[in-house]
Every structure is written in structure tokens, then in C-alpha cells.
């Protein structure tokens, strides 16, 4: 009877073990655009990097809005592309060095 009750102890605190769960973070957003759209329509905000094209979001006429750039490390060159929601034309800003929050005013 103590043989059994010993290997039931032995086995139960072999099963037994303290397991640790930890969230990751999420990843902090080192840059951001503050667009102000003038046009009379929205646009669709992208940032190109190194030949990848994002696209941000699209920002309501005659507004502002203050938005995260992800998958773009600070300091990268990058080309800024906004098109109206028609598609009728796009404005670019060419060699822009992403720090902090760059505002960018379209038209």
C-alpha cells in the first residue's frame, strides 16, 4: 500500500509543472504621418520603402489625421503617395526621412 501511495506522490509531481505565460509586447510605433487633406475628397495614404508599397489608410476630406507607419524603422528614406479616392491623381513626396511624426499637407 505505500509502494502505491509513494509511485501516485512520484508521478503526480512528475506532472506537475509551473508553467509561465508572458504576453509580447507590442511592437511601439517609432513613426507617424500627420496628413492634412485639403482636397475636396479623400485619400488613400501609402508610404513606399525600398520598393514596397504600404497602404496606411484613407483620410477623410478637408480633415487631419495623425497615423502610425508599421514595417518602416525610423530614419528610412520613403516616398509618400496619396491618390483621391476617384483616382483622378495622386501627390508625392519624394526622400522623406521618417522621424518622429512628419506632417505632410496634401494638395
Known amino acids: 500500500?505505500?509502494?502505491?501511495?509513494?509511485?501516485?506522490?512520484?508521478?503526480?509531481?512528475?506532472?506537475?509543472?509551473?508553467?509561465?505565460?508572458?504576453?509580447?509586447?507590442?511592437?511601439?510605433?517609432?513613426?507617424?504621418?500627420?496628413?492634412?487633406?485639403?482636397?475636396?475628397?479623400?485619400?488613400?495614404?501609402?508610404?513606399?520603402?525600398?520598393?514596397?508599397?504600404?497602404?496606411?489608410?484613407?483620410?477623410?476630406a478637408t480633415s487631419t489625421e495623425i497615423i502610425p507607419v508599421r514595417n518602416v524603422a525610423a530614419g528610412s528614406t520613403v516616398t509618400l503617395r496619396a491618390t483621391l479616392a476617384d483616382g483622378s491623381r495622386s501627390y508625392t513626396r519624394e526622400n522623406v526621412v521618417l522621424r518622429g511624426v512628419f506632417e505632410w499637407e496634401v494638395p
Open 1 to 60: 500500500m505505500h509502494r502505491l501511495l509513494f509511485v501516485l506522490l512520484l508521478s503526480a509531481a512528475a506532472c506537475s509543472r509551473q508553467v509561465t505565460l508572458q504576453a509580447t509586447p507590442a511592437q511601439a510605433v517609432e513613426v507617424q504621418l500627420k496628413v492634412t487633406n485639403r482636397a475636396a475628397q479623400a485619400v488613400t495614404v501609402f508610404v513606399v520603402d525600398g520598393g514596397t508599397e504600404y497602404t496606411l489608410t484613407t483620410v477623410a
